[in-house]
């Protein structure tokens, strides 16, 4: 009949959670794979992990989205989207971000809602549409040599992101940004988390 505050951040989604976004299991994946899982769940939370708070688009969409930011002045759509996309990520939030208090606070209703994590689902909804503009933008002006560019680069930073994910240069890039020592090379499965968690 009541959700307290405490209980309506459950399942809210962190900041260093916005990883995902680029990496989707770098947190690791869900935890219900028990025994044949690779890569369990290593992230801020335990109980509401990897299919909660997860937030993966693509990164070929999420580059066409923001290509498509370039016209939210003139498309009411584009604006519509972004806006949403941000306030959505703001709940997301949680009790990691003022939005989410404020809302629970002063809107009637929204203490009626718990698993702030959920609000992902928004972000990848409005990613998808603005990438189509995105998209539609940099096929507008053809004739246009910085758009040309950027129409080239976005599948090349795709597959170049995918590759440094895969051969595992990026969790070794993300160790010595949290050790300070040299890189060399991938660090093991193990080892980003246990220096993530002596970080905090």
Same mark, same amino acid.
């Given at each position: 009949e009541e959700m307290t505050y405490?209980?309506?951040?459950?399942?809210?989604?962190?900041?260093?959670?916005m990883l995902t976004l680029?990496?989707?299991?770098?947190?690791?994946s869900s935890t219900h794979l028990g025994g044949e899982n690779p890569a369990m769940y290593w992230g801020p939370q335990s109980y509401w992990n990897f299919w909660e708070t997860c937030v993966y688009? /693509?990164?070929?969409?999420?580059? *066409?989205?923001? #290509?498509?930011?370039?016209? $939210?002045?003139? @498309?009411?759509?584009?604006?519509?989207?972004? /806006?949403?996309?941000?306030?959505? *990520?703001?709940? #997301?939030?949680?009790?990691? $971000?003022?939005? @989410?208090?404020?809302?629970?606070?002063?809107?009637?209703?929204?203490?009626k809602f718990r698993a702030p994590g959920r609000w992902g689902f928004f972000i990848a909804f409005c990613c998808a549409l603005l990438s189509g503009f995105g998209l539609k933008a940099l096929f507008s002006s053809p004739r246009d040599k910085r758009q040309r560019t950027l129409l080239l680069a976005i599948p090349a930073v795709t597959v170049l992101v995918s590759v440094a994910v895969q051969i595992?240069?990026?969790?070794?890039l993300i160790r010595t940004l949290l050790t300070g020592s040299a890189w060399r090379g991938a660090a093991p499965p193990q080892t980003v988390p246990a220096l993530f968690t002596l970080q905090n």
């Open positions: 405490a209980r309506s951040t459950e399942g809210e989604l962190f900041w260093p959670q680029l990496i989707p299991k770098f947190f690791g688009v /693509g990164i070929t969409t999420l580059a *066409l989205s923001v #290509a498509a930011l370039r016209s $939210f002045r003139t @498309h009411r759509a584009v604006a519509f989207l972004a /806006g949403f996309a941000v306030f959505s *990520l703001l709940c #997301a939030l949680g009790d990691n $971000f003022i939005f @989410h208090w404020f809302l629970y606070t002063f809107v009637p209703g929204f203490d595992g240069i990026v969790d070794g």
